[in-house]
């Protein structure tokens, strides 16, 4: 399409248009100026944060619960490296970003220019790939792939450096212009050999195990690992990122393994004659000691990125590509199994291990979690913070859906959960979206309550207020012999009053009698964003738990009585 | 073919941008793994480069640094070509200190080397040499004994032989 003159501002919010965006998460300074103006122009909506990592996340929590590209907009220089936790963090999880930054003028760059940060460079360690814009003709070109790399194959996040100059340049932009890309292909097809190899190995395995991580989620393999697991009888269990990919509530479904994961599937994994990754790259929560995980099991890996075979493990049968194509392909090879006794085995696991807190005594964040399961019949969008409360939401609150679990597992990014949960919400007006978090992390982006409260999100923020950085003392509590160091939370908000303060409501659980009422009447509030703050108890700890870098044979129920080896895994 | 000190050829075929190199590096840098020598150039299509690196460290630890290479958007392809029959060759210029009474000797040394001498002084001599980095090594070590000044390797480059493409 021939088009009209525009500047370089006016082509990216045109690119933006073409792109289908809704939302830009975004926060205004010297250096984007003229992109905001642009803004002005479109009807993409901004969003205008209170801290530019918030935006990040926001973008995020939209991307992940919606599988498109979440677009933040931010100037140059502190602003974009503001940015750069909420960039890592969809890095390490495969979530679409396009992050664009404002810049100072191409002349300045290199000269330490007012807010001048070398962008680009910076990002370089954590994203999928990065622009640094250098000619306006090259605008929508770069904006037609930035989205084509942060959505296709294995998502990430893409930063587009913009310097100012090149925002008000004036040019005919050609819309139409192919993309560049030589270096950069997906794998989509499985080799058929290999898929019948795997079906083969499937065939034969008497205690097979199914573990479905992000992956299976992005490409949306949900039904065929269904009717894959439900004609081979095969139990499957999920990594954190992965809960969703397949119902936590079906009868073949053994919740999340590893480091927190349920006693059963750990048993499983345990005990398991073959185990097959479907779009999980073997993460070290889940590995525990690398050299002895599934020592005697035969591995099969199915993964769009070539690099994550034989990085962790060594599988005895890799297929490179799109995870749904891979399961279609192999469920038209796979044949009934008989898995008769092992799933009696897991069913005798499951009931002997069941996960468990106890009812009475102090309020349990468990039982709040539990309740909160039960009343949302585990189908609302969750989003976790980091900590002991989202281990325990991963735990409790089962995940059904697709695009219901958003937590950040590689990165580990505290402060992340509240504000993906605005993304959420805007992407889905009519969905329960329910934050998770705890009390420390809440307050690394709570400055988003404004951001709710002006949108009108009816979010409901559920703290589990342990005054604690609850993780970090429960491995002081095994590990470092109760030795508490700097995790005393003491000094935290009235986080009711905090509610209030942001015109937002806020509801307080102090009693297990009151658990029921009050999450009700939070679910039913509608009119904004609530805060539900769980007063729970202070030293509670999370188990099961495999130690850092341990075996699955050293997993513990409960706390042990004698003192606990240091881990030796890294965190 | 040359796997002393676990070194490695690789060869790359990259974008011709600015910050591709530094891309690069990072893979390297981030699984501890030293670069011992880089070659950049231009290809035959001005839009994309040549890079001819040698790099040591383990294998294994290679196998998942050339799959990250391959995934930068910027690399069209990383190749490692250790235990590979290619063409691998480099160009060194060597001085070294000589007197006008070692001359003779230095200069007969540097024929069996097939060096062009290409600088020549009251008391000092530069020789350029070009081969396979072995034929270098061992013209250093004989040089090593006379006074080396100073030296400067080019860093090797690679191409396959036959209908192979590197
Ligand atoms: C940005 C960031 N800083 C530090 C950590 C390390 N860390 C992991 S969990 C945790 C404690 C979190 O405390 P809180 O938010 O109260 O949750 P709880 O564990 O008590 O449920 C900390 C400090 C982190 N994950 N992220
Ligand atoms: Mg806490």
Redesign the pocket.
Known sequence: MATKIRDGAQAIIDSLQQNDVEFIFGYPGGANMPIFDALLDSPIKLILVRHEQGASHMADGYARSTGKAGVVLVTSGPGATNTI?GILTAQMDSVPLVVICGQTITPNLGLDAFQEADVSGISFPVVKHSYLIKNANDIPRIMKEAFYIAESGRPGPVLIDVPKDIAVTRFQPDYNIDMQIPGYTIPIHGDSARIAEAADMLNKAKKPVLLVGHGAIISDAGKAVKALAEQMQIPVTNTLLGKGAFSENHILSMGMLGMHGTAYANMAVLNCDLIMSIGSRWDDRILGKTDEFCKNAKKIHVDIDPAEFNKMIIPDCSILGDARLVIEELNTMAQPGDTNDWLAQIEKWKKKFPLKYLKKGGLKAQYVLDELNRLTKSDAIIST??????MWAAQFCKTTGRYNWLSSGGA????FGFPAAIGAQLAHPDKLVVAV??????Q?TSAELVTAVLNKLPIKILI?N?K??????QWQALFFDNRYSGVD?AGNPDFVKLAEAYHAKGFRIKRNADVTRILTDAINYNEGPCIIEAEVEKEDNVFPMIPSGATYDSMVLERPRKKMDKPVGST | MNNKNNSHSISLFVNNKPGVLIRIALVFARRGYNIDSLVVSPSRDQHFSRMSITASGKAKILEQIIKQLNKLVDVLHATDHTGEIVVEKELALIKVECSIEQRTEILQISEHFKCQTVDISGNTLMLQVTGNSDKLDALHTIMAKYKILEMVRTGKIIMARGDAST
């Open positions: 936790t913070d980091v900590g002991q409360h989202q580990g990014t505290m402060g978090v705890g009390d420390g992390g809440f690394m589990i342990n604690y950085l609850g993780m970090v003392r939370l």
